[in-house]
């Protein structure tokens, strides 16, 4: 069974670069695609970004100057940058696997991150 945990800061200060890393446990990701979604107080799911088990990458257009994804094979790792926060990237962030036969089967449980001085 695949486990996704998030770690990283809970607090941000504005102008500064958010950083999340996505820990996978028994599954590969060299295969399958790897996201970050997220979701601020009162809106909808978001999707961030992803990246793929080429290594691969993909960025939400109003979000593309600001992320960046990479991943560690190593460590079974995948990272989320995002620079020049504002608190409008309050959110709580959840790292997901997404598969072409089931969609978006495996969460994270999620990591608040609050962007504040």
């Known amino acids: 069974q695949v486990q996704l945990q998030e770690s990283g800061p809970g607090l941000v200060k504005p102008s500064q670069t958010l950083s999340l890393t996505c820990t996978v446990a028994?599954?590969?990701?060299?295969?399958?695609?790897w996201m970050w979604i997220r979701q601020s107080p009162g809106k909808g799911l978001q999707w961030v970004g992803s990246?793929?088990?080429?290594?691969?990458?993909h960025y939400n257009p109003s979000l593309k100057s600001r992320t960046s994804i990479s991943r560690a094979t190593s460590k079974n790792q995948f990272t989320l940058q995002l620079s020049s926060v504002t608190p409008e990237d309050t959110a709580m962030y959840y790292c997901?696997?997404?598969?072409?036969?089931?969609?978006?089967?495996?969460w994270g449980r999620g990591t608040q991150v609050t962007v504040s001085s």
């Open positions: 997901v696997r997404w598969m072409w036969s089931k969609g978006y089967d495996c």
């Open positions: 028994g599954g590969s990701i060299t295969t399958n695609s």
């Open positions: 990246i793929s088990g080429s290594a691969e990458t």
